[in-house]
């Protein structure tokens, strides 16, 4: 195994992604940042230096496990002190998995501001599939406003939603239609130009009859998304770093924080080039699709295709997303199947809630606050006062709650409480949808992360769960493990995994607003058995 070293400069910048120029964190310059490429049981050292000037950041290693170093994960807040403007850290972790990855920034809302990339894990053994070469796409959804003008209309009062994104990005490139943006009095020229080269659509190049493997993953932060290459069929074979039996889509629903390879081979018509289009789900579209190309070698890679993008799937159907969700299963050569029961059952209701007249986003009705001493030195070093000491609720109400209805009460409390676990017990999530808020007949989607570990998903539902009869229809049997999981509009998604990573773990929504909002948690086991933590991670802690 070898030691990969990076050297990376975080700062804001002007750039114009989507073609309207604006301030955007860039790493090196980029936005999305540099690939990290490894080898399964690489260390990877990223020696990070914040010139951000006015900002704190941290970076989070999405989907790395961070065995034996949960200090080194990026969570500011959970596992380490902000980074402050001017300071360099370095991150050192071993990256034990093969499969695909994502890195971004883990503080504030920063990530929505462009700090991401991607991670590629060769493996050390053959996978179960062959393709010619190797690709990887970030899907993002991008806004104008700043991020700080986000954040702060969100803990207002009253309440400014971030409402729908301006475009969608594919690999950090879009098309805002600027011609929108006509008031006499505004050079709409100086600030948003279609003709930059920096907004032209990404191209693919693909080579007429061979199969290439796309790494699709999505940083959005809010969209749902569906994703598509006109005239090609993707056949899924990886999710969240684990081989799935494969299976052929036409459109491929992913959730921020997913990622997924596919494979397409290059089939069709050579004399011409396609569309890879991604489009809004489960939200009112009110974004524009995101648009690519597929470049067929030798073809012109600037030539458009000469029919229209397809269309998306109908926004607001729920079951053929439901079914691609069923049908994510462990590869049959590389399954490992979960413990047949379980120590302990969590159920979290998501909800949205108001906290002293703050609207925020709950689970249990708690919304999530972050304290002012990540979690991971106050446990170690039995800082008592640094964080609510309650334990936060197991469940709510499921004979009594009605999911379809907003409760008549609608208040709840924010609090920093965190779940012990049992080390090296099994537990079981059970996350559980319901009507969000009084305007019409709204459950949203969420995709739900959980850090340092990956999570069997035993099985999705319509409706409320069902304490006795639905766990009869887990699947234990081949399961996929994965690290973000969605859960759908009026169902629930029951998940299992071993508490075997000594640390503190977040488990948050992944939407940017809805994590800032309080939709988390945090689980910590085993903190007893890590040794010292480094100096580094500790510089907002007094002595
Ligand atoms: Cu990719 Cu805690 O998020
Ligand atoms: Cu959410």
Not at 390 to 405: A, C, E, K, V
């Amino acid at each position: 195994a070898k030691i990969r070293r990076y050297k990376w400069e975080v700062k804001y910048e002007y750039k114009s992604p989507d073609c309207f120029r604006k301030l955007v964190i860039t790493v090196n310059g980029r936005t999305p940042g540099p690939t990290i490429l490894a080898k399964e049981n690489d260390t990877i050292v990223v020696e990070l230096k914040n010139s951000l000037l006015t900002e704190n950041v941290a970076i989070y290693w999405h989907g790395i496990r961070q065995k034996g170093t949960p200090w080194f994960d990026g969570t500011e807040g959970v596992t380490q002190c902000p980074i402050l403007p001017g300071e360099t850290f370095i991150y050192r972790f071993v990256v034990d998995r093969p499969g695909t990855y994502l890195y971004h920034a883990h503080y504030g809302m920063q990530r929505e501001a462009g700090l991401y990339g991607s991670i590629r894990v060769a493996p050390e053994k053959p996978e179960p599939f062959s393709y010619d070469y190797d690709r990887s796409i970030i899907l993002n959804d991008w806004y104008h406003k700043s991020t700080h003008e986000q954040a702060t209309g969100l803990s207002s009062i009253p309440f400014q939603w971030v409402e729908e994104p301006q475009s969608l990005l594919i690999q950090g490139k879009g098309k805002f239609n600027c011609s929108q943006l006509t008031a006499p009095s505004l050079n709409v020229s100086s600030f948003c130009d279609a003709s930059k080269p920096e907004c032209s659509p990404y191209v693919l190049t693909v080579v007429p009859g061979k199969t290439f493997r796309l790494r699709i993953s999505s940083l959005t932060a809010l969209s749902a998304l569906s994703f598509q290459i006109e005239g090609h069929n993707m056949t899924v074979v990886e999710a969240d770093g684990h081989y799935v039996e494969p299976f052929v889509v036409q459109n491929l629903f992913i959730y921020s924080g997913e990622t997924y390879s596919v494979l397409i081979k290059a089939d069709q018509d050579p004399s011409r080039n396609y569309w890879a289009t991604t489009n809004v789900v489960n939200r009112p579209p009110k974004t524009p699709p995101g648009l690519a190309i597929l470049n067929y070698y030798p073809n012109n890679p600037k030539r458009l295709p000469p029919t229209a993008p397809p269309p998306g799937p109908y926004w607001d159907d729920v079951q053929p997303r439901l079914n691609q969700s069923l049908a994510i299963k462990a590869h049959q050569n590389f399954t490992t199947p979960p413990p047949p029961i379980s120590d302990r059952l969590i159920l979290f209701l998501n909800t949205q809630n108001l906290v002293n007249g703050y609207r925020r986003w709950s689970v249990n009705n708690v919304s999530f606050n972050l304290p002012n001493i990540p979690y991971l030195i106050s446990l170690k070093n039995d800082l008592t006062q640094a964080f609510d000491q309650t334990p936060p609720p197991n469940g709510f109400n499921l004979t009594s709650y009605d999911i379809y209805n907003i409760p008549e009460n609608r208040n709840g409390t924010a609090s920093s409480a965190i779940y012990r676990l049992s080390f090296n017990s099994t537990v079981d999530i059970v996350l559980q949808n319901a009507k969000y808020n009084e305007n019409g007949s709204t459950s949203e989607t969420h995709p739900w992360h959980l850090h340092g570990h990956d999570f069997w998903v035993l099985g999705y539902g319509e409706g409320k769960f069902d304490m006795y009869k639905d766990p009869r229809k887990y699947n234990l049997v081949n399961p996929i493990m994965k690290n973000t999981v969605p859960v759908h509009p009026y169902g629930w998604t029951a998940l299992r995994f071993q508490a075997d990573n000594p640390g503190a773990w977040a488990f948050h929504c992944h939407i940017e607003s809805h994590f800032y909002m309080g939709m988390g948690v945090v689980f910590a086991e085993g903190i007893e058995r890590l040794g010292k933590l480094p100096s580094s991670i500790m510089g907002c802690v007094g002595h």
